[in-house]
């Protein structure tokens, strides 16, 4: 999924100006499919690209990125066109014509637009961005770009992780939640316009005046002898020492939701619905789990309307959630929704909160394929990692799950998680078994038995999470550890078994824990034709440093000046504990000041009981 195999442009001769009679002709095809789109003329409004670093079915099947691009066309003063990394065909046609890369919506140059936004939700999308960029005319270090270019920037979970990799790459970086930020910080680009300010002139008034504004450039980052962040400071009076990522207030926003509709996405012609937001399990490697505190859900008669209205535009629903079975009244919700005639799927649920109702209406709705999250094959690791679940417990969903009869059984689990042990990998084979014998006795009687699928993933190290401190496996291990486990996996029989690609682990820690200095690696990479290694060797500093090396829990990480309310010492605590295999409670959002957040966001913390 990952920008790391897009080769440089080789564009034609007649690079042109005018867009390729073909290329329009695959945007017109791609919008007479879609339902929902937005077409404004330009007038007097502010036009921004909103740019997703990959393919269209992937950036339409994001419903953060629906929601901002509605976001944005529900306003006026703006005009928001959508603009994809080019594939297949597409690809092609730009590099033989030398056309600059264009907008969906109305076919216009990328650099022809006053602000160029990237929603950026995957690290392995950077490679992608500078390829967009140079697709579209534009240099990737921002000190490289005129005064009089657009403004360009990103906003997406990966940016209020770490934006520090693409430091020299964006002018801006925006963020926060952008039901809460994106509307502000409109405002005052359209008035700073119409004061005719400068570009230097907005970016400093954004970063001192918005919530959650952060502009590299009027930062310094200083480093000791032994290539460790020493500091990270303000350059200019007035531009905030800690950048606050602000969160959206439930309570006065409705439910997300998705504006564009098409067949030609990974979730087909659906609507996509936010059912909650955030997690309170508190997994200890899972970073939206903590970045996205406090957990805010919706009150079950505000997502049944939210789905009847859905419903009336399109009868298929998507739910998306952390955990849908979390979702309070999901069950009544489903069976609303099949009473209208209506179907539904879910992105994800969780083993021990799943039940036979909302399986039964799963079943009745043709969803296929159930997934569940071991996350590690022992009871002592899930301790360790604080999944709050137990191998009975995963046993017991197994059963249901294959009780409901009709669905194929997806499990999740990773290899390369802090303290694992030969035993721990040994334990996944022998807890597959056991989840096997289970689906076997259930689907004895059907004459059919579920399919179990494994998608078996390296443990990357995430900031924001208690495991911030700790390195990545190394590939060797990481490996070996897979070798071991295709041929454990081969001998149980019945089950299908994907891994992921080590140095595509590794790639993906270097990128959401290194600083800004990696940036310089990632434009050496594009030079290089994607040549990792020879990017590697001819870097001042060593990528393990990021990715292998251990850090000290008093370190000054390049994230830590973006402020989540998440308390430092609260991450420090939960690492210490995992270590000791101890479990700790599960957030109790708006009684407990355990981890800060419901502190500095008391009002979102009061909306979980709202």
Same mark, same amino acid.
């Given at each position: ?41 330009? $007038? ?25 691009? $509605? ?56 490679? =992608? ?138 979730? $087909? ?19 939206? $789990? ?318 979980? =009981?709202?």
């Amino acid at each position: 999924m990952g920008g790391f195999f897009i080769r440089p442009l080789r564009r034609g001769r007649d690079a042109g100006c005018r867009v390729s009679s073909d290329i329009f002709s695959i945007y017109r095809r791609r919008l007479s499919s879609e339902r929902g789109y937005v077409k404004k003329d330009r $007038g007097g409004r502010l036009s921004v690209a909103l740019a997703y670093p990959n393919h269209y079915g992937l950036g339409m099947s994001n419903l953060g990125f629906q929601t901002v691009y $509605g976001m944005l066309n529900d306003r006026e003063d703006v005009l928001a066109e959508r603009v994809f990394l080019p594939e297949g065909d597409e690809m092609s046609l730009y590099l033989q014509t030398g056309q600059r890369l264009v907008s969906l919506e109305s076919q216009r140059p990328l650099d022809s637009f006053e602000i160029i936004a990237f929603s950026i939700p995957f690290e392995n999308d950077y490679g =992608n961005i500078l390829t967009m960029l140079s697709l579209g005319g534009l240099s990737a270090r921002s000190a490289d770009r005129g005064r009089n270019q657009a403004i360009i920037m990103a906003g997406g979970i990966t940016t209020f992780l770490n934006p520090e990799p693409l430091a020299d790459i964006m002018d801006l970086f925006l963020l926060g939640e952008a039901e809460e930020v994106l509307s502000p910080f409109i405002d005052r680009v359209v008035d700073f316009l119409r004061m005719e300010k400068t570009k230097s002139e907005i970016l400093k008034g954004l970063a001192r005046e918005v919530t959650g504004a952060y502009v590299p450039s009027l930062y310094r980052a200083s480093y000791n002898n032994e290539g460790l962040l020493a500091s990270f400071e303000p350059l200019e009076e007035g531009v905030p020492p800690r950048v606050r990522a602000a969160k959206a207030s439930f309570s006065s926003k409705g439910v997300a939701r998705s504006i564009v509709t098409s067949a030609d996405t990974q979730f $087909g012609n659906k609507v996509l619905l936010e059912a909650s937001r955030g997690c309170g399990h508190s997994c200890r490697f899972c970073a939206a $789990g903590f970045v996205y505190r406090p957990p805010r859900l919706h009150p079950e008669e505000t997502l049944g309307l939210a789905v009847d209205e859905a419903i009336s535009y399109c009868g298929r629903i998507g739910l998306i959630a952390a955990a849908v079975s979390d979702v309070p009244g999901i069950e009544n919700i489903t069976a609303g929704i099949l009473r209208k005639g209506a179907r539904f799927s879910v992105s994800s649920l969780r083993a021990e909160t799943l039940t036979a109702g909302l399986l039964d209406h799963l079943r009745v709705s043709g969803q296929k394929t159930v997934t569940i999250a071991p996350e590690a094959g022992s009871d002592r690791l899930r301790r360790v990692i604080n999944k709050h679940l137990t191998e009975d417990q995963i046993l017991d969903s197994a059963t249901l799950i294959s009780r409901a009869g009709g669905f194929s059984l997806r499990l999740y689990f990773l290899i390369g998680l802090p303290t694992e042990t030969q035993e721990d990998i040994e334990a996944i084979p022998e807890l597959v078994k056991k989840i096997k014998h289970r689906v076997v006795r259930e689907s004895a009687g059907r004459g059919k038995i579920a399919e179990i699928r494994l998608s078996v993933n390296c443990f990357v190290p995430k900031p924001f999470t208690p495991f911030q401190w700790h390195p990545l496996d190394e590939m060797l291990n990481l490996k070996g550890k897979q070798r071991w486990l295709k041929n454990a996996l081969s001998r149980v029989g019945g089950v299908r078994a994907t891994f992921d690609v080590p140095k595509w682990a590794y790639l993906q820690a270097l990128l959401c824990m290194g600083d800004r200095r990696v940036g310089a690696i990632l434009l050496k990479a594009h030079r290089l034709d994607w040549d990792w290694k020879a990017a590697f060797r001819s870097s001042e500093i060593n990528p393990d440093f990021f990715v292998l090396r251990p850090k000290s829990v008093d370190e000054l990480m390049p994230w830590d000046f973006i402020d989540h309310g998440l308390s430092k010492r609260h991450l420090a605590r939960e690492y210490e504990m995992a270590v000791k295999e101890k479990e700790s409670d599960i957030c109790e959002v708006g009684s407990c000041v355990r981890c800060g957040v419901c502190k500095l966001y008391p009002k979102e913390s009061k909306e979980k =009981n709202a």
